[in-house]
């Protein structure tokens, strides 16, 4: 199966109103190829008006986060439903950063996925293993933990239409990416538990991309690789020229 690229650019905490407006709108006439699937996920703040500013546009748009729950006594937080309503196509979920720092354990993660479907939004479900967990053998373990707890409950025709990011954590913002190979061996990985679990059609259709200090210069080989359809881009994607760069690479 002919798997579309998904590039998907994670602003993090960065970009007001007027920054994150005044980059779609550099993008946009940057030219882009309409054969890779690009995304955008701006700051809650952002995403109105990203959202109003791409209408017409092939620029999808993405939360960084969301609750499980649709509404209620839950201080801070942004539902499934919020975001669906603002247009939102996709919604990250499990950032290492979240599990990191904000408590987001496996078993969060999958009552977000499972709710993110009810209300039709296409989750990006982040795995990968830190530094620790590399070095002492465990990439594969860790990884396999992550992918099949995400997983739990789900259909076969829900997990086809997942993307998934692997992004080994001691990658993400520290300048140093997985080499080709070794990003291809985790991808091809994670197809294989779904392989697994719910049988070739549903992972060969699952997208997978690759995270952890993507930038244009090395994004052409990690593309290349069989497993990896795109791209989750941190700082890469602060900046029109970096972003833009990644996307003509990708093709
Ligand atoms: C990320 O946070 O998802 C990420 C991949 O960041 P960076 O590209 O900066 O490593």
Redesign the pocket.
Known sequence: MMRQLIIAG?W?MHKTVAEALSFVQELQSSGLDSRVEVVVCPAFTALAPVAEALKGSAIRLAAQNMHWEAQGAFTGEISPLMLKELGCKYVILG???RRQYDGETDEKVNRKVKAALEHSLIPII?VGETLEQREAGKTAVTVETQTRAALSGLTTEQVAGLVF?Y?PVW????GKTASDQDAQQVNGLIREIIAGAYGAEAADAVRIQY????KPANTRGLMSQPDIDGA??????LKVEDFAGIISEAQ
Do not use: D, Q
């Not at 990658?171 to 520290?174: E, R, S, V």
């Not at 989750?232 to 994607?237: E, T």
């Open positions: 994670n993090k950032h290492s950063e982040c990011a992004e990658a993400i913002g520290t995270g952890g200090s993507v989750l881009v941190g700082g890469a994607s």
